[in-house]
């Protein structure tokens, strides 16, 4: 089969939903290697804009591929696949906020990669993969620790983007640390770097940084030229995290310039993206953050909603600093109302069931 | 997928990608035949199935992300095919269809990379291979 049918192969089987895909179809895409690297290649595309559909597709993929035994592709191909939709299903569960779930994946796209002729890329891959996930546990030190060895690898395997992507993490590790100079010394070589006109979102994510490492400095105005940047970056393209994420820079700034409605109002779009990609993690966080504008607009009511609608999320993945916060600006709203203990004590019991 | 024959026609050029891939699978096949035919002591009609069985793994392989461009994945593709080779005489003699020579005895104890390497000069990428990551 040649590239464009399998292609074309592949964006029929995804434009069935899954749930209806007729066992035909799924048994001769599956097992159709051709097939089954653009189907790859699609999954990989839509990790940032749709991370819940790549991880359905990744890990129907994946059994199917068990199932099927040791049969499978030519020579190394069966461990190809299984590393590989491993690690698409892995990098999207931790853009879902499953980080438990990204684990065991990138376990298992391991596993697959290093029976492959040429482990080296996909390795690095699930290494990256894995010092995110790091990062989002806020282990920044394991990942100032970690990172440069892996940007090294990603240079000699001559991958550009990927160079810009480690690059990025150490970047934003040192923000979070308040090393703010040495972020802005680390993101702007990754800003040069030219492979980054081929993935719009990255460059955008990788402005946007800028702009919050600006922002973070109190250079305000610098920081809403690097946001603008970034917009004009992401105009045409959809849904995606790196515009979640700029939307939710651009509201914080907003709130901070003392516009804070016109910040919420950004806070809330990041967060109808965020729902929208099923990014639960990032929703709950953001929700938190809204409440806090929200009651510097006395408006508490509201405020207590978007906390309790962070705490199913906030109680699943163990999000103890979210947790607090929450606390502490439920507490804030009941004491300005002076109503609705339930509220509170709701929160009280959530937070003790996770403790 | 078949193997293109003959020479490569500019007029019938496809995607510059696959005619890349194409031009390094034609350029490496004699070395190929080579390993499979003399080394490997396939028949002849057998190598020539395992070659179109290479030549469709490696268009797959050169299409994986992150991986080098087609002239330099020339190591794998040797790889492969002593790996093939070796895959493929180890099931027949398993099964009782062929008797394997002394020599022949041999060459399926050694590591496929090992093998590649001495048929080929330019490997350099196959140390990277066993480089920590």
Redesign the interface.
């Known amino acids: 089969?040649s590239?464009e049918e399998a292609a074309s192969f592949a964006g029929r089987y995804l434009s069935v939903d899954s749930a209806e895909r007729p066992a035909e179809l799924t048994n001769s895409a599956l097992s159709n290697?051709?097939v089954l690297?653009s189907l790859?290649?699609i999954l990989?595309e839509r990790f940032s804009s749709d991370p819940s559909l790549a991880l359905d597709e990744a890990n129907f993929i994946y059994r199917w591929l068990t199932d099927k035994g040791q049969r499978f592709g030519?020579?190394?191909?069966r461990d190809?696949f299984l590393g590989?939709t491993a690690f698409i299903a892995g990098t999207a569960s931790r853009l879902l906020g499953k980080r438990e779930e990204a684990f065991r994946w990138l376990d298992r796209a391991e596993a697959g990669f290093r029976h492959t002729?040429?482990?080296?890329?996909?390795?690095?891959?699930v290494?990256y993969a894995r010092l995110s996930l790091r990062f989002e546990m806020g282990r920044y030190d394991d990942v100032l620790d970690l990172v440069p060895s892996l940007t090294a690898?990603f240079r000699?395997?001559?991958?550009p983007l990927?160079v810009a992507k480690s690059e990025l993490l150490r970047a934003k590790s040192l923000k979070q640390m308040g090393r703010l100079e040495e972020a802005y010394a680390a993101l702007d070589p990754v800003r040069q770097i030219t492979a980054l006109r081929q993935s719009p979102d990255l460059h955008a994510h990788v402005v946007s940084e800028i702009g919050s490492v600006h922002h973070l400095a109190g250079r305000t105005d610098e920081a809403l030229v690097a946001y603008e940047s970034s917009l004009e970056l992401l105009h045409d393209r959809g849904v995606s995290m790196a515009r979640a994420d700029l939307k939710m820079f651009l509201g914080g700034l907003l709130r901070d310039k003392g516009n804070v409605a016109a910040g919420a109002s950004s806070l809330r779009s990041a967060l109808e993206d965020y729902l929208e990609m099923g990014a639960a993690t990032r929703a709950a966080y953001l929700r938190v953050v809204l409440a806090e504008a929200l009651l510097a607009l006395t408006r508490p009511r509201e405020a207590e909603w978007e906390i309790l609608q962070a705490l199913p999320t906030i109680e699943e993945q163990k999000m103890v600093p979210e947790g607090f916060a929450a606390v502490a600006l439920l507490r804030e709203s009941v004491k300005r109302r002076k109503t609705d203990p339930n509220a509170l004590r709701e929160l009280r019991e959530h937070l003790q069931k996770q403790n | 997928?078949e193997i293109p024959d003959g020479p490569l026609n500019p007029a019938e050029a496809d995607?510059p990608f696959?005619l890349e891939i194409r031009s390094v699978f034609q350029d490496t096949l004699g070395l190929i035949h080579l390993a499979l035919v003399s080394h490997y002591d396939l028949e002849e009609l057998e190598a020539i199935e395992l070659e179109k069985?290479l030549y469709?793994?490696f268009v797959?392989?050169c299409?994986?992300?992150?991986?080098?461009s087609p002239r330099q994945?020339r190591p794998?593709l040797m790889?492969?095919c002593c790996?093939?080779a070796r895959e493929y005489q180890k099931y027949l003699i398993g099964t009782g269809i062929r008797e394997a020579g002394e020599k022949l005895s041999k060459l399926l104890d050694r590591e496929p990379t090992e093998v590649a390497r001495d048929f080929s000069q330019d490997l350099e990428f196959l140390g990277?291979?066993h480089?920590d990551?």
């Open positions: 089969m590239p290697p051709d690297t790859s290649r990989r030519l020579f190394d191909e190809y590989e002729i040429n482990p080296a890329a996909g390795l690095a891959n290494a690898s000699k395997l001559d991958m990927e | 997928m995607d696959e069985d469709v793994w797959r392989f299409m994986r992300p992150g991986n080098f994945s794998f790889v492969a790996q093939f990277f291979r480089r990551v």
